[in-house]
C-alpha cells in the first residue's frame, strides 16, 4: 500500500532557528509531491507542488526540495505566524474513472516562539 | 484565486438525523473530493467524484453518499448521523489528468465543516 511519512511530528523552534520537515514515501514512479500548510481549524492550504527529483520550489521563508525517495521542507529563519501543520501529499493511483487519490501524511505540527 | 466554499463551518446535529453538507467550486474543476480529518488518523478520503453524476468511493465511504448534479457542486449526505460520524469535514477540488501515467494536478481545499453530532 502506497504510503506517506512525515518526520518529526511535532517540532518546536525560536524564532529564527532555521530547520527541515521531512516527507518520505514509498510510491514508485514520480507524479507529484504536494505540500500544504494547516491552522488549526482550517482547511489546508496548497503550498508547493514538486514533479521531478532535484527540482526546488520557494516562498517567503519556506523552499521544499524532493528527491526519489524523499521531500524536504526547509523553513529559513522562521517566525511565530510559520507555526502551523504541514502536511505532505503523494497521488495514490489512477482510478477506474481516471482520476487520482492523494496520499496523505499525518502532517509535522511545527512550532514558532518568539 | 481558487475559491471552495463550504455551506457551514459549524454544525451540531441529532443522532439519526440526516445531513447535508454542501461545497461549491468556481475553478471549473473537474475533479472534487470530500475528507474527513481526525485526530492522530489525518486524511481520509471519503468520496470523490471526476463528472457530474460520476462518483467513486474512496477509503471510508460506509455511512455516507454523495451527489454531483452541476459540475461546481458536490453534496456529501449522512443518511443517518452517528456519533462516531463527529469529525472535520474538508470538500477539496482539483482539474483532471488525462493521461494515465501523468503528473497530477494538487487539490485546493475549502475552510472545512466541524461536524458534531449528539
Not at chain 1, 45 to 59: C, I, Q, R, W
Not at chain 2, 32 to 46: E, H
Request: charged share 25%; with cysteine; hydrophobic share 30%.
Amino acid at each position: 500500500e502506497d504510503q506517506v511519512t512525515q518526520s518529526p511530528e511535532a517540532l518546536r523552534l525560536q524564532e529564527g532557528e532555521s530547520s527541515s520537515l521531512n516527507c518520505s514515501y514509498t510510491v514508485s514512479g514520480l507524479r507529484g509531491l504536494f505540500w500544504y500548510r494547516q491552522d488549526p481549524g482550517k482547511g489546508p492550504e496548497f503550498l508547493f507542488t514538486l514533479y521531478s527529483a532535484g527540482e526546488e520550489k520557494e516562498k517567503e521563508r519556506l523552499k521544499a526540495t524532493l528527491t526519489k525517495k524523499e521531500s524536504f521542507l526547509h523553513i529559513t529563519a522562521p517566525k511565530p505566524e510559520d507555526s502551523a501543520t504541514y502536511l505532505c501529499a503523494h497521488p495514490g493511483g489512477i482510478t477506474q474513472g481516471g482520476s487520482e487519490k492523494l496520499v496523505f501524511g499525518k502532517g509535522t505540527k511545527l512550532t514558532v516562539n518568539p | 484565486d481558487v475559491k471552495v466554499t463550504q455551506s457551514s463551518r459549524y454544525l451540531v446535529k441529532r443522532t439519526g438525523e440526516k445531513v447535508f453538507l454542501e461545497c461549491v467550486q468556481d475553478m471549473d474543476h473537474e475533479n472534487m473530493f470530500w475528507y474527513r480529518q481526525d485526530p492522530g488518523l489525518g486524511l481520509r478520503l471519503i468520496y470523490f467524484s471526476y463528472d457530474v453524476k460520476m462518483k467513486e468511493k474512496g477509503d471510508i465511504p460506509e455511512g455516507y453518499s454523495v451527489s454531483r448534479e452541476k459540475k461546481e457542486r458536490f453534496s456529501l449526505i449522512l443518511e443517518s448521523a452517528s456519533t462516531n460520524q463527529t469529525s472535520m469535514y474538508l470538500c477539496a477540488s482539483s482539474f483532471l489528468s488525462y493521461l494515465s501515467g501523468s503528473s497530477v494536478n494538487e487539490q485546493f481545499f475549502g475552510p472545512g465543516t466541524r461536524l458534531t453530532v449528539l
